[in-house]
């Protein structure tokens, strides 16, 4: 039974006793206050499941905080040209491919290139556009800035 049914549900029992002479208890709210009750406790559940989902997830997706930042390699490059280094280097243009120092472990990094058309309205259709991503990951041990060794998993994209 679907919950609208369910909260219709009363009214048609009250109509049914009015209609059969029986007296009627006194009646609280609008006819409409359970319709709106079922969606409102579904908003709620929702929300709370969201919510939920959020909490127990994000802590798997933050840094720990019982470990030390790495040291980002010397130099970098300068993407925004405001002054703000990125301490890495593209692939290609520098031996390092790590963006930390005092780094002792696995590193894969890879560079997709590609083409496509627009089709809709932002970009106009055939629109020729370039597609260029340079993702990196890290496992491994490294010394933190508190100069302690530590391990770790860094991703890049």
């Known amino acids: 039974m679907s919950l609208r049914l369910l909260a219709a549900r ?10 059969q002479g029986k007296p009627l208890g006194r009646a609280f709210g609008h006819a409409h206050f359970w319709e709106r009750a079922a969606q409102s ?3 709620f ?14 802590p798997m997706l933050r840094a720990s905080a019982e470990q030390s930042l790495p040291n980002p390699i010397p130099g970098g490059l300068d ?3 405001n002054g703000h280094i990125f ?8 031996p390092e491919l790590s963006s930390i120092t005092d780094f002792n472990g696995v590193l894969g990094a890879t560079e997709v290139l590609g083409s496509w058309s627009g089709g809709g309205v932002t970009p106009a259709a055939d629109t020729p556009l370039v597609f260029d991503a340079d993702m990196r990951f890290m496992a491994g041990e490294y010394i933190g800035r508190d100069g302690r060794h530590h391990q770790g998993t860094f991703a890049f994209v």
């Not at 559940?45 to 994000?58: F, V, W």
């Open 10 to 19: 009363p009214i048609l029992d009250r109509q049914m006793m009015a209609r």
């Open 41 to 43: 406790r579904r908003g």
């Open 45 to 58: 559940i929702q929300a709370s499941a969201t919510l939920a989902a959020g909490l127990a997830i994000s």
């Open 79 to 81: 993407l925004l040209g």
């Open 87 to 94: 301490h890495v280097y593209l692939p290609g243009t520098s």
